[in-house]
Every structure is written in structure tokens, then in C-alpha cells.
């Protein structure tokens, strides 16, 4: 599974930003997809995950404000991150495992069961 994210870049706080990810080399059942982000000097933390069935979940961190949606065809995630603030500048990563709903049937985002990662695109939120 390859996985590239897109859509990165400088905004204002309050402003949005789309960021994308595109998905290949693998087949439509069996996978949980996420993104995390990693802050300066922070460790990299879940902020939003989405199962096989559509189903998402999300971190209080930007719960409300930042949602993950899945294009028809499974090629494509997108993440719209609205009323940013300079607490969401970070790299953003995308991040694939293999099963349907564990992502969000699972309180938590743990790393370890997510076996496919991209390399990341900057998000920096200026106030």
C-alpha cells in the first residue's frame, strides 16, 4: 500500500486547509485508514481515523472542527481542517492498517496497527 499525502502548506489562524491523501496498491476490503500529526518537539499523536464502513472517528483536539471523508472508488482521503489555530501546526501523516473497523470501534489511535505510512506534508498555522 502506497500512500502520499498533499495539501499542505501556511495558513492563518481561523483560516482551513484540505489536506489529501492518495491510496494505491491495494484492495478495496480490509483496510482502517487514519491521520496523525507530530508538533515540534511533541510525539506524533492520532487525530482522526476512518473504517471500511465510513465510519470516523475523531481526537477532542479537533473534534468539530476537522473532518475525514473517503472518495466512492477508496482512492482518496481527504481531511478538511477548519478554524485552525497555531496548536495544528505540525507534519500530517497518513497512515493505513490492515482490518475494517478497529480504527474506530478502538478508543485510541495506536500506531503499531498501522502497517503503511506516508512521508508526511506540513501544516503551519500562523496567529
Known amino acids: 500500500v502506497d500512500l502520499t499525502e498533499f495539501g499542505g502548506g501556511s495558513v492563518q489562524s481561523g483560516g482551513s486547509l484540505n489536506l489529501s491523501c492518495s491510496v494505491s496498491?491495494?484492495?478495496?476490503?480490509?483496510?482502517?485508514f487514519g491521520w496523525f500529526r507530530q508538533a515540534p518537539g511533541k510525539e506524533r499523536e492520532g487525530i482522526a481515523a476512518i473504517a471500511l464502513d465510513g465510519r470516523t472517528k475523531y481526537a477532542d483536539s479537533v473534534k468539530g472542527r476537522f473532518t475525514l471523508s473517503r472518495d466512492k472508488d477508496g482512492s482518496t482521503l481527504h481531511l478538511q481542517m477548519n478554524s485552525v489555530d497555531p496548536d495544528d501546526t505540525g507534519k500530517y501523516f497518513c497512515a493505513a492498517g490492515h482490518g475494517g473497523t478497529w480504527c474506530v470501534i478502538r478508543s485510541d489511535f495506536l500506531e503499531s496497527l498501522y502497517r503503511y505510512w506516508g512521508q508526511g506534508t506540513q501544516v503551519t498555522v500562523s496567529s
Open positions: 496498491g491495494y484492495t478495496w476490503s480490509g483496510y482502517c
